[in-house]
């Protein structure tokens, strides 16, 4: 199939290409700068997307938005957060509706959609929390109705905590827990769930070649864990010691508002839609994706 990719050069974007391109398919990056003939200008600001460049395309990947954690939350780190999620899809949105192909919109979505819901386990149905991170994921999906109203397949991914060494949380954990500096955050008690880089990309294939899936679908692996034992099986892999947590206190006091909904918020979530549909997960426990992403095998027994 034909594919284009928003945020095609970003984290999630380079593994979802590699895929794609390994299973035959042709890949189109919808991006601001564009480095090739085949990849396809776009600027949300400006209501810039030339539709007769997506005449051929079968499935749009939406991915592109603002990173959540590039800096101290205040009023216009979080209008762009907002912003760049809401008028990105906003376009993409209303320009796919306009084709007759009609191809399938994979959007982007966050499992902060669900908020911070304790040991409480959260699988599509459940409903969106509260917070700012919650209220930018409600809008992020309406953001896609235009195309839902033509007609067309969306699927909004409710990613969790993405596992790997280029980026994310996990990348800048990487440093203090090398330097035996880690430990749990806050109580420790709150629930992280995750999903390592290669499986997520791989669901997000599987999503596509899927066509009874719609609507959220969370993706993240089938056991979150919490906190305490994220950080612990994080410094075991590492061969590390992990005594040095950081306290709620500490937490806010270095990242403010951003501590509360990206590292003491507890979100069980559960990938009920995409098990039901099939997906075999490449990595379901946290030791086994953790060694896969840091390369650290296993010790022989």
Known sequence: MHVAITGGYGLVGRALQQQLRQAGHTVSIITRHPRSEQDIPW????????????????????????????????????????????????????????????????????????????????????????????DVCRQWEQAAEPARLAGLRVVHMRIGVVLAIEGGALAKMLLPFRLGLGGRIGSGRQYWS????????????????????????????????????????????????AFLPMPAWAARLALGKMADELLLASTRVSPAKIRAAGYAFRFEQLEPALRHVLGRPAPAE
Request: proline share 6%.
């Open 43 to 134: 600027n949300p600001e400006e209501s810039f997307l030339p539709i007769e460049r997506l005449a051929s395309v079968e499935v749009v990947f939406h991915l592109a938005g603002e990173n959540i954690a590039s800096g101290r939350w205040n009023a216009a780190t979080q209008a762009r957060i907002r912003d760049s999620r809401v008028r990105g899809t906003q376009l993409i949105s209303s320009t796919v509706a306009q084709l007759g192909s009609a191809p399938a919109l994979i959007c982007a979505s966050a499992i902060g959609y669900y908020g911070d819901r304790g040991d409480a386990w959260l699988d599509e149905a459940a409903g969106p929390g509260e917070g700012f991170l919650a």
């Open 194 to 241: 995750w999903i390592e880089l290669s499986d997520l990309a791989a669901m997000m294939v599987f999503v596509m070649e899927h066509a009874e899936l719609s609507g959220p679908v969370n993706a993240v692996a089938p056991q979150p864990v919490t906190n305490q034992e994220f950080t612990r099986t994080l410094a075991r892999v590492l061969r590390r010691p």
